[in-house]
């Protein structure tokens, strides 16, 4: 019922910058949380960053300082901002929104299929 399309991901050189976007759509009441999460080869999903629906941020460390996610109530869209990139940022970088639906307390998890961020040396 709901889709999160990202797109902003790409090729850059070490201390480059990226914006990702990631909007949602669909038939829902209100979206919650939402996220990003990024996957390196052979290793687990993590996440990255994440914003409530009143505008509240959190970071992991590794990226505290260099990263910083919005989002655009209005357009169901989130953002992340990407400076100061590391080789080790390099992963797909994967949306993820919880969505109020319409039914009373019903809440569910999507997820979008990922963009790729390479970060070359």
């Known amino acids: 019922q709901v889709q999160l399309v990202e797109s902003g991901g790409g090729l850059v050189q070490a201390g480059g910058s990226l914006r990702l976007s990631c909007a949602a759509s669909g038939i829902f009441f209100s979206i919650n949380r939402m996220a990003w999460y990024r996957q390196a080869p052979g290793k687990q999903r993590e996440l990255v960053a994440a914003?409530?629906?009143?505008?509240?941020?959190n970071y992991e460390e590794p990226v505290k300082g260099r990263f910083t996610i919005s989002r655009d109530n209005a357009k169901n869209t989130v953002y992340l901002q990407m400076n100061g990139l590391k080789p080790e940022d390099t992963a797909v970088y994967y949306c993820?929104?919880?969505?109020?639906?319409?039914?009373?307390?019903?809440?569910?998890?999507?997820w979008g299929q990922g963009t790729q961020v390479t970060v070359s040396s």
């Open positions: 914003v409530t629906s009143a505008g509240s941020t």
């Open positions: 993820n929104a919880n969505v109020q639906e319409f039914s009373v307390g019903a809440t569910r998890n999507y």
